[in-house]
């Protein structure tokens, strides 16, 4: 069932779980991410960064997919689709194209600048019962060419944001999108905790969901985030699963070079991963 994430992640704050957001590259990310949701009867967001949305031949082309692929496989537990990390541009795009989500990245303009245009999206996609995530303080590390300094919120700027009504709000607490370096300093659950009590019942966004350690994870969750974003962890599982197929010369025997039997064991890695992160985020049973 397609939805905008706003009632998920109102349900997931005040039960203190978080709904994953997986991103989604091709048809087999798209059916193994739907297949696991359903499979452990938990909601799911479906993240779209613009690279991918370009990759997939438009938002169009992705929105489409989703919602036959919702229909066809009989998906009963709630699924938004949505925009990562959108431009003002980009999110209108994803609106039109019938995305029910958008996040709308304003953390790269001074704050005055990130309120005005959070506005006008929030104005467009609550009209059509669309939901939106903000962001302040941009996310550190690099993701499709969109390059994070890695700053830590204000809580105060948190709290400006939050109060435009928008659905639900990403603030970067030293998170950074793809692996951690080996000197990283964990999360900041002092700025977490004050960005908390200064937004209230605001469900808060966790990107660079990918080796985070567990205890972390359930910290930030306690401490009042909603939705934890994972990207590179599938996209390592599926490289190390196709790699392993290769390399054991399985695509040289028989019909091994078949693209349904090539990309099986990436599928199944794809869904293993996914499956591990809704039993750690709480969001199992949780549709
Ligand atoms: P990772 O790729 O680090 O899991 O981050 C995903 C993310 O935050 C998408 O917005």
Redesign the pocket.
């Known amino acids: 069932m397609l939805v905008s994430a706003k009632e998920m992640l109102v349900k997931a704050k005040a039960g203190k779980y978080a709904v994953g957001?997986f991103?989604i590259n091709n048809l087999e990310w798209t059916k193994a991410i739907l297949q696991t949701s359903q499979e452990n009867n938990s909601p799911v967001i479906l993240?779209v960064?613009e690279g991918a949305g370009k990759y997939m031949c438009g938002f169009k082309t992705v929105a489409d997919m989703v919602k036959a692929m919702i229909d066809s496989l009989g998906i009963t537990v709630p699924v938004a689709i949505h925009l990562?990390?959108g431009s003002y541009e980009g999110a209108k795009k994803a609106i039109e194209a019938g995305f029910s989500s958008v996040m709308f990245d304003g953390s790269k303009y001074a704050i005055d600048e990130n309120i005005e245009k959070t506005k006008e999206i929030i104005s467009i996609a609550h009209g059509k019962g669309i939901s939106v995530e903000a962001e302040v303080g941009a996310?550190g590390?690099e993701?499709d060419g969109v390059i994070g300094g890695g700053e830590v919120a204000d809580p105060d700027e948190c709290k400006l944001i939050a109060d435009l009504g928008v659905d639900m709000l990403a603030a970067g607490i030293g998170n950074?999108?793809?692996?951690y370096p080996a000197n990283w300093a964990g999360l900041n659950f002092d700025v977490l905790a004050q960005i908390q009590e200064k937004t209230g019942i605001m469900p808060l966004v966790l990107?660079?969901?990918?080796?985070i350690p567990a205890d972390m994870i359930k910290k930030a969750i306690s401490l009042g985030v909603s939705k934890i974003?994972?990207?590179?962890?599938c996209?390592l599982a599926f490289a190390d699963a196709t790699r392993k197929y290769i390399e054991a010369g399985k695509d040289l025997e028989g019909k091994g070079f078949d693209p349904r039997k090539l990309l099986a064991p990436g599928f199944e890695a794809i869904k293993a991963t996914v499956k591990e992160k809704m039993e750690l985020f709480g969001s199992v049973d949780k549709a």
């Open positions: 957001q991103n993240g960064s990562d990390h996310i590390g993701e950074i999108h793809g692996k990107h660079g969901g990918t080796g974003n994972v990207n590179t962890e996209q």
